[in-house]
DNA sequence: TAATTAAATGAGAACGTTCTCTTTTCTGCT
DNA sequence: AGCAGAAAAGAGAACGTTCTCATTTAATTA
């Protein structure tokens, strides 16, 4: 039906091999050749054939993007979105298109997990596991890990501090003179959940606090439970001064909670997120929160995951990137 | 170097169809031959390659989504992120994946928009224009429109009532007995800024209310010029005791100009925004919005998208999807 | 102008599946 | 046991490119 590169190669007079050429590899091949392709390519609708060419050249300039995450829709998320979008650019930038899959799509009826799925390589985003990774490489399949850390060999991944970023956000709640610090954990993977906390830990006892478990809520990471959880921890009889949530959303309703039960922020209570994202600057007062730097993070994925693709051997390594303070207005 | 499938049926001395037909559909092989075969590709790590599958099928089951958007990045945008989640997960449902793509990937040297970067369908989001639907259908890829309405043949457009949701907003507030009501306008592609302007000297005219220029600002919708735009319509001496807003972005924007300007929302500004987007119910207090049922945008287009690649003819339809008032705390 | 080199073009195999058609094997029934 | 009919398995072409290598044409040099 569609016509193929046999057909163009008729009409216009010149050898597949030309025609192939003239659009693979243009300044191989004479202006007035060219031309003459063109016209003929253009008056017949044909367009190359990205199928067939993947096929021969064994590679597909595709590279997919895999997010494991429950808690959320893929895209919606506000922390991956910056990601995804830095991801984006960057393979665009590199000649490379983006694929989105779920886990689902890399099952085999016989139960292997499989990216044969037309792709050069692929990002893994959340907590994947290593059964995952492993299946891949057998495949020869090229692998990054973005925020989630596995000890395999010759595997990178690409994370940022969470403890570090934690820590950060409670020493600066203790030096505004906090000693009644909450915690509105969010229930994230044990990588994440773990790491924030211990950070939470640390900064306190490191100052000679006390960790009060009644401060401490884990919840799911949305505005609602938040509010509830905040509102729980705020009617207690000696309630904290300031807040911990080791998300934004989380900190949106706690901000939501303090604003219905006639709390002034900061000055009654300090409030700080995680993950400086969008709406960290839309709510009022502006919210203070660890920023990590997404775009570096998908920059940097889908960086080391094309030089891996274009023949670099692959290596161990967890490239953290930077985790920073943002002072707004809730503390 | 990879293993095919001539390996894996030399390797269970079953023949390669019998193979392929292990992995592309198990039911017409018997379960002990199957389990043999299965064994054998897991001995030599053998996926079946999806390139040279699509290449014989005809078909790769994918399906690509493309943003015409130069406002705003492609995923973060928080009007794009429910709609592409929903395409998502329809696609997913129906077996197709789902690629990303942008205006610069579709082209060929030669000119000619080309998408046979392999993919079945493509949606077109935002303001694509004639030439590439025609370039796209020549090639007998199906297309289709979302949020936007071009009128050609054929073609189905997936869009919302823009002109009737911004009547629903207006309406609103002539109804809380607001008579002076203000327009910030993001400078939107043409067809949507249109529609809702026209909404919106409509209804003021409707109810016999004078369209002050004056109370109109147009202005890129980020949360700084809003603030900007708002700010100085709140500083007329005979300033707008309402607000229409043209996304929920620029209405944030709006309210932190309000707040700032010690104005108290809604007892001395109503402010209605557009889209519902998440951050609608972030800032507090919770924001009065049109919601236009995005979830629905996207699962019709890929489903109108999927049948058409599934042989359903094209046909020429606009379809609209639902707006609704929402209304919350600011107004 | 002839010889040499570079540039442009062409021929044909190869990529790894699935599809159609054919052959073989199995099942159930008389 | 014999036979029909169904189910399972196999043979070989086909999909539309690009790649390597060979050939022709053009450009450069002596």
């Known amino acids: 039906m569609a016509a193929t590169i046999l057909d163009v190669a008729k009409l216009c007079g010149y050898s597949k091999t030309t025609v192939s050429r003239a659009f693979a590899s243009p300044e191989l091949v004479t202006e007035k050749t ?21 096929m021969v050249r064994g590679r597909t300039d595709n590279i997919g993007f895999i997010i494991y995450e429950k808690q959320y829709p893929v895209v919606l998320n506000p922390f991956y979105s910056p990601i995804f979008e830095s991801v984006l ?6 000649g490379y298109s983006l694929f989105i899959s779920s886990d689902r799509e890399l099952r085999l009826p016989n139960g292997q997990a499989c990216v044969k799925k037309q792709m050069d390589g692929v990002i893994l985003a959340g907590h ?13 399949m090229p692998v990054v890990l973005l925020n989630n850390a596995l000890d395999m060999e010759d ?11 934690a820590a950060l956000a409670v020493e600066h709640l203790v030096e505004r003179g906090h000693r ?16 924030r906390y211990s950070g939470y830990c640390d900064v306190l006892q490191k100052h000679g606090l006390k960790i009060d478990g009644r401060l401490i809520r884990s919840i799911e990471p949305t505005v609602e439970q938040a509010i509830a959880g905040a509102a729980e921890l705020l009617s207690m009889e000696d309630r904290p001064t300031a807040l ?18 006639g709390l002034r922020i900061p000055a009654d209570l300090a409030i700080v997120g995680y993950d400086d994202s969008e709406n960290s600057r839309m709510i009022e007062p502006e919210l203070t929160t660890v920023r990590v730097d997404k775009t570096a993070m998908g920059a940097i994925a889908a960086e080391h995951l094309i030089a891996q693709i274009e023949g670099e051997p692959p290596r161990k390594e967890v490239i953290q990137t930077a985790v920073e303070l943002v002072v707004r207005e809730t503390t």
Chains 1, 2 share one sequence.
Do not use: W
Not at 155 to 165: E, I, R, S
């Open 34 to 54: 060219r031309e003459k392709i063109y016209r003929a390519a253009k008056a017949l609708n044909y367009t190359p054939d990205a199928i067939a060419r993947a």
């Open 128 to 140: 994947s596991d290593e059964q995952i990774v492993t299946d891949l490489r057998r495949q020869n």
């Open 89 to 94: 650019q960057t393979c665009s930038q590199k």
């Open 244 to 261: 911990f949530c080791t998300n934004d959303t989380i900190a949106i309703g706690a901000m939501k909670a303090a604003i219905r039960a």
């Open 155 to 165: 595997l990178l991944c690409v994370t940022t501090d969470q403890y570090g970023g």
């Open 180 to 195: 009644r610090i909450g915690l509105l954990a969010g229930n994230f993977s044990p990588h994440v959940y773990l790491s």
